[in-house]
């Protein structure tokens, strides 16, 4: 390896998409990284990426990519299904692995993809950045400290806009298909109840209800009508192993003011992680987050959050942190960023909630692997 790790983006669209967003931008931004190739699936595609975004190398095969010698770390940002392939092409070729979340589309296959990453030696991240939001993190080491006290309990509220007027992007339609796994329950109910048990600390028992309360939207390109399958109201009531009960409502289609927050209520005190407008309806792990602490029977909501260095757009700057995280993993040989083995954990969580939402019964949750920090 050389002195930087070296970055192969698949789905490294130039036109538009998380990658152009957010991963190439952060990488950017970061002197341990270097970006050597780029993947999509169409070769004028892919060399316009290559020429757009400065790498070296212009792949249309996932293959390709993985086994390039001067790729050391394959980030996947493409569509959810297509995941699985994907992480098997760079698992096979021994490289690093950044996948975004939801890992995969099925807990099945999140299950196989840990299995090959807890045997082997590689470093093997999943996407959930909002762990490394300022806020987040700020309010965790204010947890950690006691500044709450015992917690007690905590409320979660997150909505976002998506199909709000009825029209859902061309790009996004497939979300609204449960077999796809990239709907509202994955995506804004993973990240959020991702950093929630960051937070408090695992679920360990939940009732949960799941909806559809618009069945039917139009691609907002060519008003072609498209079907939802796919919820998007989640209702969850659940207790920690610390005790502290839990009632959350995640949800999209949020015509006004789509926002999350997450108030954390203890013996001695509250905490709030809200995100601050207008950058709420996008979900957890791409607002901007402020952190809010009272204290006493008596007292005032006050501003604890610490302000990040840099003017960065918070998606980049969310993903970045998490890059910079892993770049010290390895240099230290340390493993805190979030792995293969949290996103099963994740995906397990997610099976236990359409569970009960399916059976109308209470639940326990599987517990964590051991080894997840």
Same mark, same amino acid.
């Given at each position: 390896?050389?002195?930087?790790?070296?970055?192969?983006?698949?789905?490294?669209?130039?036109?538009?998409?998380?990658?152009?967003?957010?991963?190439?931008?952060?990488?950017?931004?970061?002197?341990?990284?270097?970006?050597?190739?780029?993947?999509?699936?169409?070769?004028?595609?892919?060399?316009?990426?290559?020429?757009?975004?400065?790498?070296?190398?212009?792949?249309?095969?996932?293959?390709?990519?993985?086994?390039?010698?001067?790729?050391?770390?394959?980030?996947?940002?493409?569509?959810?299904?297509?995941?699985?392939?994907?992480?098997?092409?760079?698992?096979?070729?021994?490289?690093?692995?950044?996948?975004?979340?939801?890992?995969?589309?099925?807990?099945?296959?999140?299950?196989?993809?840990?299995?090959?990453?807890?045997?082997?030696?590689?470093?093997?991240?999943?996407?959930?950045?909002?762990?490394?939001?300022?806020?987040?993190?700020?309010?965790?080491?204010?947890?950690?400290?006691?500044?709450?006290?015992?917690?007690?309990?905590?409320?979660?509220?997150?909505?976002?806009?998506?199909?709000?007027?009825?029209?859902?992007?061309?790009?996004?339609?497939?979300?609204?298909?449960?077999?796809?796994?990239?709907?509202?329950?994955?995506?804004?109910?993973?990240?959020?109840?991702?950093?929630?048990?960051?937070?408090?600390?695992?679920?360990?028992?939940?009732?949960? &209800?799941?909806?559809?309360?618009?069945?039917?939207?139009?691609?907002?390109?060519?008003?072609?009508?498209?079907?939802?399958?796919?919820?998007?109201?989640?209702?969850?009531?659940?207790?920690?192993?610390?005790?502290?009960?839990?009632?959350?409502?995640?949800?999209?289609?949020? /015509?006004? &003011?789509?926002?999350?927050?997450?108030?954390?209520?203890?013996?001695?005190? &509250?905490?709030?992680?809200?995100?601050?407008?207008?950058?709420?309806?996008?979900?957890?792990?791409?607002?901007?987050?402020?952190?809010?602490?009272?204290?006493?029977?008596?007292?005032?909501?006050?501003? /604890?959050?610490?302000?990040?260095?840099?003017?960065?757009?918070?998606?980049?700057?969310?993903?970045?942190?998490?890059?910079?995280?892993?770049?010290?993993?390895?240099?230290?040989?340390?493993?805190?960023?979030?792995?293969?083995?949290?996103?099963?954990?994740?995906?397990?969580?997610?099976?236990?909630?359409?569970?009960?939402?399916?059976?109308?019964?209470?639940?326990?949750?599987?517990?964590?692997?051991?080894?997840?920090?």
């Amino acid at each position: 390896m050389s002195n930087k790790i070296r970055v192969g983006v698949l789905g490294a669209s130039p036109e538009r998409g998380w990658a152009a967003r957010a991963h190439i931008p952060a990488l950017r931004t970061l002197p341990e990284f270097e970006l050597t190739a780029v993947g999509t699936s169409r070769r004028d595609s892919a060399e316009r990426a290559a020429r757009v975004f400065g790498a070296a190398h212009a792949c249309t095969d996932a293959r390709e990519l993985a086994e390039h010698p001067e790729v050391d770390l394959v980030v996947i940002t493409v569509k959810v299904p297509a995941h699985t392939e994907l992480i098997a092409a760079a698992q096979a070729a021994g490289k690093h692995v950044y996948c975004e979340w939801p890992l995969t589309r099925t807990t099945a296959e999140a299950a196989a993809a840990a299995a090959l990453a807890a045997d082997s030696d590689r470093r093997h991240v999943v996407g959930l950045q909002a762990r490394l939001s300022p806020a987040v993190r700020r309010a965790r080491a204010l947890l950690a400290e006691g500044y709450v006290g015992q917690v007690v309990s905590a409320t979660v509220y997150a909505a976002r806009g998506k199909g709000a007027d009825g029209r859902i992007p061309q790009w996004a339609a497939y979300t609204l298909d449960a077999d796809n796994g990239a709907g509202l329950l994955e995506v804004a109910g993973g990240h959020t109840l991702d950093a929630l048990e960051y937070l408090i600390g695992d679920l360990t028992a939940l009732t949960a &209800d799941l909806a559809v309360r618009h069945p039917r939207l139009v691609v907002a390109e060519s008003g072609e009508p498209v079907a939802a399958t796919s919820p998007d109201h989640l209702l969850l009531h659940g207790v920690t192993a610390g005790g502290a009960v839990v009632s959350a409502h995640i949800h999209d289609g949020k /015509l006004t &003011d789509g926002r999350t927050r997450i108030e954390i209520s203890g013996t001695e005190g &509250d905490l709030v992680v809200v995100s601050a407008p207008p950058s709420g309806p996008g979900g957890i792990q791409m607002s901007d987050l402020r952190v809010l602490g009272s204290r006493g029977p008596d007292s005032t909501w006050q501003d /604890l959050t610490e302000s990040p260095t840099g003017a960065l757009p918070v998606e980049v700057r969310n993903v970045a942190a998490l890059y910079a995280r892993l770049a010290t993993d390895l240099r230290t040989g340390e493993r805190t960023v979030p792995d293969f083995a949290a996103a099963l954990h994740l995906h397990r969580l997610l099976d236990t909630i359409r569970h009960c939402a399916a059976t109308g019964t209470r639940t326990e949750t599987q517990p964590r692997c051991p080894e997840v920090s």
